[in-house]
């Protein structure tokens, strides 16, 4: 069974504080990976896509792709209550075509 | 910015009743999903569609299900006979030029099966 683990949360982050959010994954032929955000009652938004090992900067979204230790994370600078949501990574496999496998989300919580 | 939309917002059905969801995607994309998302609970892959033919679909995905593309816009999801457990949040999404790409998202159908 090929499964995409994150911290449920809640994470509560100062304003303007740094979150930090991670994912690990067990399929060890996983080529892409995705972050996601989700308000509530809303579809997911993507954030970023990562495909490499290392950093991917975007904004004030940065994230790290650790193939050999099976973990993706993302990191929020300078956070806003806008960014009070949930983040979902999404990992797909090589052997896939176009299926996600979702983890279950890190609710965020940026207080003022 | 180009965007998925879909149809309706939100339906309400009778267990056994058949329903058709809708999604226009975006209009130069070639890959097409649905997934689901039940209260509280994980998003899940139901179906991957391109070139007029499923190309991968998982457990859930059984004989009640269907998908087409009828038109060449419309993107649709059929359930046969709804189950009290379909209830859920039902995302369309689509993909540009790879399956192994990013997907956008529509804004989701909730299906109420009472």
């Known amino acids: 069974q090929k499964e995409v683990e994150q911290n449920s949360g809640p994470l509560s982050v100062p304003e303007g504080a740094i979150a930090s959010l991670n994912c690990t994954y067990s399929?060890?032929?996983?080529?892409?990976f995705f972050w996601y955000r989700q308000y509530s009652g809303k579809s997911p938004e993507l954030i970023m896509s990562?495909?490499?090992?290392g950093d991917k900067e975007d904004g004030r979204f940065t994230a790290q792709l650790n193939k050999a230790s099976q973990y993706v994370s993302l990191l929020i600078r300078d956070s806003q209550p806008s960014d009070s949501a949930t983040y979902l990574c999404?990992?797909?496999?090589?052997?896939?075509?176009?299926?996600?496998?979702f983890g279950a989300g890190t609710q965020v919580v940026v207080t003022p | 910015e180009p965007e998925v939309t879909q149809t309706p917002s939100h339906q309400v059905t009778q267990m056994g009743q058949e329903v058709i969801l809708r999604c226009v995607p975006i209009?130069?994309?070639?890959?097409f999903y649905w997934y689901r998302q039940i209260l509280g609970q994980k998003v899940e892959f139901l179906v991957s569609f391109y070139n007029n033919e499923i190309s991968e679909k998982s457990e859930i995905f059984d004989d009640q299900f269907s998908v087409e593309r009828p038109d060449g816009s419309n993107f649709t999801l059929k359930i046969r006979s709804t189950k009290l457990e379909d209830s859920a949040m039902y995302f369309c999404a689509t993909g540009l030029a790879s399956p192994y790409n990013e997907q956008f998202f529509g804004p989701g159908t909730r299906l109420t099966v009472l």
């Open positions: 999404a990992v797909l496999a090589t052997d896939s075509w176009g299926k996600f496998q």
């Open positions: 399929d060890r032929v996983s080529q892409s």
């Open positions: 990562i495909y490499s090992n």
């Open positions: 209009s130069n994309h070639l890959y």
